[in-house]
């Protein structure tokens, strides 16, 4: 598809959210913007998906903003469709994590960013750069990489718009695990089953409170019973919550 799109692939408990235009690097589009929490709304009410893998087709997850949209999105500010895309990722209620191959860039950086947990290639590189398109990041996006590498990090990364190696980001904090492009996605694969199997009100509590939830924290009695049962009785669990 010349334009690309966003296409989504579920297997059992785990979705894939694919970033495919691969003519362009997986360069996002206006209409490839909307299209991500149009699909995160239909994900987050499926009750058979535990957890969502948001990937990039063609061995490159996405070089950013296409360039042809990058200016009206620019302009739109706080108020942006890639804001909103950003914002609806951030806040999905499920485990998410961004499968990264080749490059990952601007706003592609900033949809690995909002995810909970980030695995790269070894060969894949990331950069973010409004410095060298004139364009300034919101603040959303910006307070959120500070969070994750710090804020001196942050700053090198927008004030040179450098690209940087995949090591580089893991030693920083941009990534969590680098693994040989031959095996990411199987270890995407079963560090997502893991989180599939486990129980998914202790999960998603758990994401809530590391994300800012402050509300009481209750746990949910029949799900410590079918934990403490199956334990004993070395078998796996079948959870109330699936």
């Not at 009206?72 to 804001?83: F, H, N």
């Not at 919101?138 to 959120?144: D, G, I, K």
């Not at 969590?176 to 089953?193: I, S």
């Not at 800012?212 to 796996?236: L, S």
Request: net charge negative; proline share 5%; hydrophobic share 50%.
């Amino acid at each position: 598809m010349s334009d690309g799109e966003i296409r989504v692939d579920v297997d059992g408990a785990v979705a894939t959210l694919l970033i495919d235009n691969p003519g362009k690097r997986n360069a996002l589009t206006a209409a490839m913007w909307t299209a991500v929490p149009k699909h995160l709304e239909s994900l987050a009410a499926d009750d058979a998906v535990k957890v969502l893998v948001v990937a990039g087709a063609g061995g490159t997850f996405s070089a950013g903003a296409d360039l042809g949209d990058a200016a009206t999105i620019a302009a739109a500010g706080e108020d942006s469709v890639a804001v909103h895309a950003e914002i609806a990722l951030a806040a999905f209620p499920k485990p998410t994590i961004a499968r990264i191959d080749g490059f990952c860039v601007g706003g592609g950086c900033q949809l690995a960013v909002a995810c909970d947990l980030r695995f790269a290639a070894e060969d894949s590189r990331f950069g973010i750069t409004p410095a060298k398109l004139g364009i300034v990041y919101p603040r959303s996006t910006t307070r959120r990489l500070a969070a994750l590498v710090g804020p001196a990090r942050a700053k090198l990364l927008l004030f040179t718009g450098d690209l940087i190696d995949a090591r580089t980001a893991e030693r920083i904090g941009l990534v969590d695990t680098v693994a040989p492009g031959a095996e990411l996605a199987a270890l995407v694969r079963d560090t997502a089953a893991t989180i599939a199997a486990r129980s998914q009100y202790s999960v998603r509590s758990a994401k809530a409170i590391i994300d800012g939830w402050d509300g009481p924290v209750r746990h949910d009695p029949a799900e410590v019973a079918e934990g403490i049962a199956a334990f004993r009785d070395r078998r796996q669990p079948r959870w109330p919550s699936g």
